[in-house]
């Protein structure tokens, strides 16, 4: 069974780190075009970072730059976001997606809390 599951959320002091972790069951993510986005209550989904397929080129979101990592351990078949000097705003589920050309799959998320 295709699945994305996400953990490492929790509650965070502003200021802190959380690193998350996105593990792929049934397909090899290093194949995918793996994403992070996040969602804010009232809010749009909001793309974090990507890390392509192949040779891993990231990008990352404004908001987020010099602020995130996004990286892959194919051994493991999982992806990870390590979030650093996190802020308030950044309290938000995070989701985990992979693409190809063909399918797209998402995972629950994980909820990320900073607050002192």
């Known amino acids: 069974q295709v699945q994305l599951v996400e953990s490492g959320g929790g509650l965070v002091q502003p200021g802190g780190s959380l690193r998350l972790s996105c593990s792929a069951s049934?397909?090899?993510?290093?194949?995918?075009?793996m994403s992070w986005y996040r969602q804010a209550p009232g809010k749009e989904r909001e793309l974090v970072a990507i890390?392509?397929?192949?040779?891993?080129?990231?990008t990352y979101a404004d908001s987020m730059k010099g602020r995130c990592t996004i990286s892959r351990d194919n051994a493991k078949n999982t992806v990870y976001l390590q979030m650093n000097s996190l802020k308030p705003e950044d309290t938000a589920v995070y989701l985990c997606?992979?693409?190809?050309?063909?399918?797209?799959?998402w995972g629950q998320g994980t909820q990320v809390t900073v607050a002192s």
């Open positions: 890390i392509n397929s192949g040779w891993g080129r990231t």
């Open positions: 997606n992979a693409r190809s050309r063909w399918y797209e799959y």
């Open positions: 049934a397909f090899t993510l290093s194949t995918y075009t």
